[in-house]
């Protein structure tokens, strides 16, 4: 079993809509939680990051996190046709190592 | 904001010739870098973590005799592929973070084809 479980999609939805991308994972250890976003051949690029269980908010976008579901969702509204790219959940525990999620492909249809 | 270059963006190499990509903070001193392997539509892998000064720490199943890392000073890191093979093309990525802080800023890669 992998350390954290992303479905790849790939996810397609209209313009505006709500969009909700999930993560889940099997480390106790894990406290900090991250939302990362990659354009194609291009490296990640810092999203949303959190500290422990609940909710933050950054414009258009929410993640949340459940560490009793061991469960991490990003919310993004009013989705653009340049939030098109693959999100990348990724975790850390104590040390600085980052374990990533396999990535979920989204395109937003204008 | 923090910024992290990357150099070259991509390249081609023969098999058997060596590459190395560099790595650079720009705008901070960065006293971990990671180095990250990723295949078409797949996720991140950790190769190794280095620390400026020592030695770097791989990840188990990455050859150390063939990925080479020298993190010589806070704003730099190299990585070099040696004796490169057409199965190590791929897309590398760096990232850079200072002491105890979670790694934020990424380089935006190095496609490597080895024909």
């Known amino acids: 079993q992998k350390e954290v479980e992303q479905d790849p999609g790939p996810l397609s939805v209209p313009e505006g809509a709500i969009v909700s991308l999930n993560c889940t994972y099997s480390?106790?250890?894990?406290?900090?939680f991250m939302w990362y976003r990659q354009y194609s051949r291009k490296g990640p690029e810092l999203l949303m990051y959190t500290y422990s269980s609940g909710n933050k908010e950054d414009g258009r976008f929410t993640a949340q996190v459940d560490k009793s579901s061991k469960y991490i969702s990003l919310f993004i509204r009013d989705s653009q046709p340049s939030d098109s790219a693959t999100y990348l959940c990724?975790?850390?525990?104590?040390?600085?190592?980052?374990?990533f999620g396999t990535g979920t492909r989204l395109t937003i249809i204008p | 904001g923090a910024v992290v270059s990357q150099h070259p963006s991509w390249v081609i190499c023969k098999s058997g010739t060596s590459v190395k990509i560099e790595c650079r903070s720009l705008d901070f001193q960065a006293t971990t870098m990671f180095w990250y392997r990723q295949f078409p539509k797949q996720s991140l892998m950790l190769m190794a973590t280095s620390n400026e000064g020592s030695k770097a720490t791989y990840e188990q199943g990455v050859e150390k005799d063939k990925f080479l890392i020298n993190h010589a000073s806070l704003t730099l890191s190299t990585l070099t592929v040696t004796s490169a093979h057409p199965e190590d093309s791929s897309f590398y990525i760096c990232?850079?973070?200072?002491?105890?802080?979670?790694?934020?800023?990424f380089g935006n890669g190095t496609r490597l084809t080895v024909t």
């Open positions: 990724a975790m850390k525990g104590g040390n600085e190592k980052l374990t």
């Open positions: 990232s850079a973070s200072r002491t105890g802080e979670v790694p934020l800023h």
């Open positions: 480390n106790s250890a894990f406290q900090y």
